[in-house]
């Protein structure tokens, strides 16, 4: 294997000529770049002819070295010229020069701050279209599913519904457990100035059966479950997985959406009901460490607690369900193509499924309050 090689002399019209011989490749092209250079650097204003005929093998780090010999010579305005380049050497330079000159397209100009929001209004219609057109094919599909329930994957239901119901208990538990604890301290530091402390009891219990329990366990599954049934649904999207169901006449809705829909509906009242069942165990660990007994607490709680509370917190866990499920589904129905896509739609998903049930927490709020509940 001959070794690459470069060497300096004088052309008939007195130009500064450089020759290359041997193989020019990955390997060798640094050591001749460098040495390229000092014989240059000898005569920075000289013409240049560059003398490739005796060079054996030439790859892409070679013509690099041939380019940027070019582009030094044209910024300084001298002549450059290359001889003996075989057809294929001169096909291999002609393909790298073809693709350097390419002109990159003129960045679009800034948007002022009108066209944004016109833009992001825009958006917003069209997803709520979107949103709208998904809800009442959902209903459809629930319809369907209930007049003729043989027709639903109900394997794949229960498979949802492990991995959406049993597999949160943990997290559920735990993360509403220190929150009854926290109230529960938080109510005794402010009931402390009046001497009721006894009252602390009713404060957790009324707010995590009417309020904390249903909207932590929503506010959790959106963010385990409802992101899962995004990148799930996503990753078919990506795959045109989709695209093969229907073209087999299988609606996407009731295959892979109603399961999922089902599948949460049944697990996160369930859930609601261990959430507030551990919230209360948090804030009863903290009023018996303020000196007060055991059957007090049951006491306070039972008298506080009526029957439209704990059904009023499982009417919220049930819609949440339903908001959790379908969020998911519809933001995986709407993934794009590229390697960013399922995780665009899964962060759409879970900030999407948030705001909506903070904003349904707040009707049933103000709906409660007129309806005396």
Not at 10 to 33: F, I, K, Y
Not at 178 to 195: P, S, V, W
Not at 216 to 243: H, N, P, Q, W, Y
Request: hydrophobic residues 50%; glycine residues 10%; charged residues 15%.
């Amino acid at each position: 294997m001959s070794i690459a090689t470069a060497t300096r002399g004088r052309t008939q019209g007195g130009a500064l000529s450089v020759s290359l011989e041997g193989r020019l490749d990955v390997r060798t092209t640094g050591r001749v770049w460098r040495e390229t250079e000092e014989l240059i650097d000898k005569e920075p204003l000289a013409p240049l002819v560059l003398d490739v005929s005796k060079l054996k093998y030439l790859d892409g780090a070679g013509v690099a070295l041939l380019m940027h010999l070019q582009l030094r010579q044209e910024r300084a305005g001298l002549h450059f010229d290359i001889v003996g380049l075989t057809l294929e050497h001169a096909r291999l330079f002609e393909l790298y020069e073809s693709g350097a000159k390419k002109e990159l397209p003129p960045e679009p100009p800034p948007r002022s701050g009108v066209e944004q929001i016109g833009r992001y209004g825009v958006a917003f219609l069209a997803d709520l279209a979107e949103m709208t057109r998904f809800v009442g094919e959902l209903a459809s599909a629930l319809a369907n599913a209930i007049r003729h329930p043989r027709t639903v994957r109900w394997r794949e239901t229960l498979r949802a519904a492990e991995s959406c119901g049993a597999d949160a208990v943990p997290i559920v538990a735990l993360i509403v457990f220190l929150i009854g604890a926290i109230l529960a301290y938080q109510g005794a530091i402010a009931l402390q100035k009046f001497g009721a402390e006894i009252f602390v009891a009713d404060l957790v219990a009324l707010s995590l059966v009417r309020e904390i329990g249903p909207l932590m366990t929503a506010i959790v599954l959106t963010g385990r479950s409802g992101s899962a049934f995004a990148a799930e649904i996503g990753t078919m999207k990506v795959r045109e997985e989709i695209d093969a169901l229907s073209t087999m006449g299988l609606s996407p809705t009731r295959f892979l959406v109603i399961p999922r829909v089902l599948a949460a509906v049944w697990t996160t009242p369930l859930l609601v009901v261990l959430a507030n069942f551990c919230g209360l165990i948090g804030g009863a660990v903290v009023y018996l460490s303020l000196g007060f007994s055991m059957t007090s607490y049951v006491n306070q709680v039972s008298s506080t607690i009526d029957l439209s509370d704990f059904l009023g917190g499982l009417f919220k866990a049930f819609c949440f369900g339903i908001v959790v499920a379908a969020i998911g589904c519809i933001r995986g129905l709407q993934t794009g193509s590229g390697a960013s896509a399922v995780g665009i739609s899964t962060t759409r998903a879970v900030v999407t499924g948030i705001t909506l049930i903070v904003i349904g927490d707040g009707i049933f709020s103000v709906a409660f309050y007129y309806l005396g509940i």
